[in-house]
């Protein structure tokens, strides 16, 4: 039983307030961060800041007066019970109330309390199984948009290691591949920092010379672009969407939906790009369903802001044909329920899955947990750099040697890259 609930304001990876929860049994103690994003859907749950739009004392006040005493004499193995009473007891739809930070690290201390009450990691609490696939890996190597006060339009530009056996080969090409784009960055004098989520902020002309840039880099790594480790990239169009026109600042471009939809294509076409995260703006789902008609049978088409971790929003998409997977963040719906409800929605639609951290992060690692632990298909928390980031890589590395499979990835062939492979997964 909970005897006792405690929310304190701690600091996120930018420096800024977040809420974090301890959720105390007789016997455990769990203990739940809030992370925060940069680039919002508009429909994804509402955090509950301060007037200066950065505290959270509000919102902890708000947890003292009524979610703490709804918590206490709850069972902490009571999930789904536990968060329909807090959704409830918010009262909105998008937990505006008493606010989206506080529920999900609410919802995140009760789970990881039941795990340690019953002596078990989270991952394994989960599944209640070690024969289990480790998710594919997609890492940030550049980083843009919101990320890196919009240097370039795209937010993510990432490494996804297609070819590899096992997790810790996965790290290591993914790792290698930073360090090599890192040195040509270097050499050509294009780094102007850090991004917010640990890869390279670019001095660049335009959004394809990242491209460029990432594939060089796999080549410099001694790895085969497109065969070994692919591109993804996290394209954010809300950010740069306006009057039903995508304004390119990079390129000083404005383009309409059908002439932004042939661009990506254009680029899917000259660069071994497998993977692209909200193609078009979440209002734009004929830019959508055109790019993801056209691109589906070679790569991903997945959703973020589109779809905001909510199922019904995930079948609603899947049935214009926008998407072939979806993101599932956590704190974008509020709870742990709500989040392996979306997750449920995607595996009865055959949807890819990607367990996603935020840009705003902490060292809280349950990210892969929830990842391994849900099964989900691929996960991403990042770049191989900064500690927020290398907690989750680095828990990956402890689970996979734990696992009976010791670390294989989810196969190939659950991916359109690999569709013409053997299944080696059984």
């Known amino acids: 039983m909970i005897s006792n609930a405690i929310a304190r304001s701690i600091y996120d990876s930018r420096g800024r307030p977040t809420i974090e929860v301890d959720i105390i049994t007789t016997n455990a ?3 739940g961060m809030a992370p925060a994003g940069a680039s919002t859907g508009a429909f994804e749950a509402v955090e509950l800041r301060d007037e200066d739009g950065l505290g959270v004392q509000t919102a902890i006040g708000g947890f003292n007066a009524e979610v703490r005493p709804l918590l206490i004499g709850l069972d902490c193995r009571e999930q789904e019970l536990i968060d329909k009473k807090l959704c409830v007891l918010d009262q909105t739809g998008n937990k505006s109330r008493l606010g989206g930070n506080t529920l999900i690290a609410s919802s995140l201390a009760v789970i990881n309390a039941a795990a340690a009450a019953s002596n078990q990691t989270l991952w394994r609490y989960l599944a209640q199984s070690e024969d289990l696939l480790m998710p594919l890996p997609e890492i940030q190597i550049i980083g843009g948009g919101a990320h890196a006060n919009n240097r370039i339009n795209l937010q993510d530009i990432m490494a996804i290691p297609v070819g590899a056996p096992d997790w810790t080969t996965a790290l290591d090409w993914c790792a290698r591949v930073y360090r090599s784009v890192g040195k040509i960055m270097d050499a050509e004098n294009r780094i102007q920092g850090v991004a917010d989520e640990g890869g390279f902020w670019p001095d660049v002309s335009c959004n394809e010379d990242t491209f460029s840039i990432l594939t060089r880099g796999i080549e410099g790594a001694g790895l085969k672009p497109g065969e070994q480790v692919a591109i993804s990239i996290d394209v954010a169009a809300n950010q740069f969407y306006h009057n039903g026109n995508y304004l390119i600042g990079s390129e000083k471009e404005c383009l309409n939906s059908q002439q932004w939809v042939e661009r990506l294509l254009d680029w899917t076409n000259r660069f071994p790009i497998l993977m692209v995260e909200d193609p078009c703006a979440e209002t734009d789902i004929a830019g959508y369903s055109t790019f993801c008609e056209k691109f589906r049978d070679r790569g991903l088409v997945i959703g973020d802001d589109l779809v905001v971790t909510q ?10 044909g926008a998407i072939s997977g979806a993101l599932i963040k956590p704190n974008q719906v509020g709870t742990v329920t709500e ?3 979306a997750l449920m929605k995607c595996r009865s639609l055959d949807l890819v899955t990607v367990l996603s951290a935020r840009s705003g992060e902490t060292e809280d690692p349950s990210v892969m947990d929830l990842s391994v632990g849900l099964a989900t298909d691929m996960v991403k ?8 980031r290398t907690a989750k890589w680095n828990q990956g590395i402890r689970i996979a040697e734990s696992l009976t499979r010791r670390g294989e990835l989810v196969a190939a062939t659950r991916f359109p890259w690999g569709k013409g492979l053997t299944d080696t997964s059984v």
Do not use: F, L, P, W
């Open 311 to 320: 199922a019904d929003m995930i079948e609603k998409a899947n049935d214009q």
């Open 381 to 388: 928390v990042g770049s191989i750099t900064r500690g927020e």
């Open 339 to 341: 989040a392996r409800e």
């Open 29 to 31: 103690i769990g203990r």
